[in-house]
């Protein structure tokens, strides 16, 4: 039995209270509050209609607007039944916490390393949460750690927070 | 068999021991293989057989740097990566000569942003550039015939490595032409 989009609602919101749906071209987004993440991303695993049992990517968007700037997405697939969503969650600038799904999906562990190293969110619970490909010290002059996919980031990174081999 | 008999019989060749050694040199470069990224690929064909180095004497890829004297660096070098390229660098045992294989590895390339070294000559001595994303081989062996034109212009230095020598430096092994 193919799985519908109001099949994935369904299970979605008979967890969380809060999903807003966003369809387009029949892909489906569900949009939750931080509060209930992992209770959806639980359900939308374990639930056996729905089976969203790979994690393809997280990474986030830093829409530059006060309040809720950042939006983290997480990208599942089910490969039972060939299906992929969606499911986005805002981050205050002002509180730059998630908890982690690690626990949920091990691929995570990875996806959130890189993506707390471009924008900063915090997975709390998360077992090894170091930089992913910049260097450990990437901070500017003031001692400010520095992350190169925030809009605010020059695109050709700030003067001397990474330094090059002397030339002899 | 006198000397004289035997000088007419097999011949000679009168030379200098310095143009031997730069002759020596120039026709058996042994490349180091920096291959970071796509322009690796057309280093592969360089050292192949239809491109095939191994007529400049090139053909040896050395994957010690300890055992080479030309460092090709063939790909995008990140801020991250610079370091190790400087590492590797400074393992070759002098005279050493480098390649800055296309235009990533020049001047950064369309990389123009916060990760990419907008060229290694920033921390590099580079005795060529190769431009083209990627260039082709045929580029490579251009480059390569120049760095041989640059070996047989340069003049060897003969250390007396006797009990007078003394501490020798990097900047006396190198003499600009």
Same mark, same amino acid.
């Given at each position: 039995? +193919?799985?519908?989009?109001?099949?994935?609602?369904?299970?979605?919101?008979?967890?969380?209270?809060?999903?807003?749906?966003?369809?387009?071209?029949?892909?489906?987004?569900?949009?939750?509050?931080?509060?209930?993440?992992?209770?959806?991303?639980?359900?939308?695993?374990?639930?056996?209609?729905?089976?969203?049992? =790979? =994690?393809?990517?997280?990474? +986030?968007?830093?829409?530059?607007?006060?309040?809720?700037?950042?939006?983290?997405?997480?990208?599942?697939?089910?490969?039972?039944?060939?299906?992929?969503?969606?499911?986005?969650?805002?981050?205050?600038?002002? +509180?730059?916490?998630?908890?982690?799904?690690?626990?949920?999906?091990?691929?995570?562990?990875?996806?959130?390393?890189?993506?707390?190293?471009?924008?900063?969110?915090?997975?709390?619970?998360?077992?090894?949460?170091?930089?992913?490909?910049?260097?450990?010290?990437?901070?500017?002059?003031?001692?400010?750690?520095?992350?190169?996919?925030?809009?605010?980031?020059?695109?050709?990174?700030?003067?001397?927070?990474?330094?090059?081999?002397?030339?002899? | 068999?006198?000397?004289?008999?035997?000088?007419?019989?097999?011949?000679?060749? *009168?030379?200098?021991?310095?143009?031997?050694?730069?002759?020596?040199? $120039?026709?058996?470069?042994?490349?180091?293989?920096?291959?970071?990224?796509?322009?690796?690929?057309?280093?592969?064909?360089?050292?192949?057989?239809?491109?095939?180095?191994?007529?400049?004497?090139?053909?040896?890829?050395?994957?010690?740097?300890?055992?080479?004297?030309?460092?090709?660096?063939? @790909?995008?070098? *990140?801020? $991250?990566?610079?370091?190790?390229?400087? $590492?590797?660098?400074?393992?070759?045992?002098?005279?050493?000569?480098?390649?800055?294989? @296309?235009?990533?590895?020049?001047?950064?390339?369309?990389?123009?942003?916060?990760?990419?070294?907008?060229?290694?000559?920033?921390?590099?001595?580079?005795?060529?550039?190769?431009?083209?994303?990627?260039?082709?081989?045929?580029?490579?062996?251009?480059?390569?015939?120049?760095?041989?034109?640059?070996?047989?212009?340069? $003049?060897?230095?003969?250390?007396?490595?006797?009990?007078?020598? @003394?501490?020798?430096?990097?900047?006396?092994?190198?003499?600009?032409?």
């Amino acid at each position: 039995m +193919a799985l519908s989009n109001n099949d994935i609602i369904q299970v979605a919101k008979a967890v969380a209270a809060d999903v807003s749906v966003v369809e387009h071209h029949g892909d489906l987004t569900l949009v939750v509050k931080a509060a209930d993440l992992l209770d959806v991303l639980y359900e939308l695993k374990d639930n056996p209609r729905t089976t969203f049992n =790979l =994690l393809i990517d997280i990474t +986030a968007i830093d829409w530059a607007k006060p309040g809720e700037r950042y939006e983290v997405v997480y990208f599942l697939s089910s490969l039972a039944n060939a299906a992929r969503l969606r499911v986005k969650v805002g981050v205050h600038e002002d +509180a730059l916490h998630l908890p982690t799904s690690v626990d949920v999906w091990e691929a995570a562990n990875w996806y959130e390393r890189e993506t707390y190293d471009m924008y900063g969110i915090i997975f709390d619970g998360h077992p090894d949460l170091r930089r992913f490909y910049m260097p450990e010290d990437f901070m500017d002059e003031h001692g400010t750690p520095l992350y190169p996919l925030r809009k605010d980031f020059p695109l050709m990174g700030i003067p001397g927070s990474l330094p090059l081999p002397p030339k002899d | 068999m006198g000397l004289n008999d035997q000088i007419t019989r097999d011949g000679f060749v *009168t030379t200098t021991v310095e143009s031997l050694i730069t002759w020596a040199q $120039k026709n058996s470069l042994w490349p180091m293989p920096m291959g970071i990224s796509c322009c690796a690929i057309e280093m592969m064909a360089f050292g192949g057989p239809r491109a095939d180095s191994s007529r400049f004497g090139s053909e040896r890829f050395s994957f010690s740097p300890r055992q080479a004297d030309l460092m090709i660096v063939a @790909g995008t070098v *990140t801020y $991250k990566m610079s370091w190790v390229v400087k $590492k590797i660098w400074d393992q070759m045992p002098d005279p050493k000569w480098c390649i800055a294989m @296309g235009v990533c590895t020049s001047t950064g390339g369309m990389f123009r942003s916060y990760p990419v070294v907008q060229g290694i000559d920033l921390f590099l001595p580079v005795d060529a550039y190769v431009s083209g994303c990627p260039p082709r081989p045929e580029a490579l062996i251009k480059a390569l015939m120049y760095i041989q034109e640059k070996v047989a212009e340069s $003049k060897p230095q003969l250390i007396n490595l006797g009990k007078d020598s @003394g501490d020798i430096r990097r900047s006396d092994l190198i003499v600009t032409p």
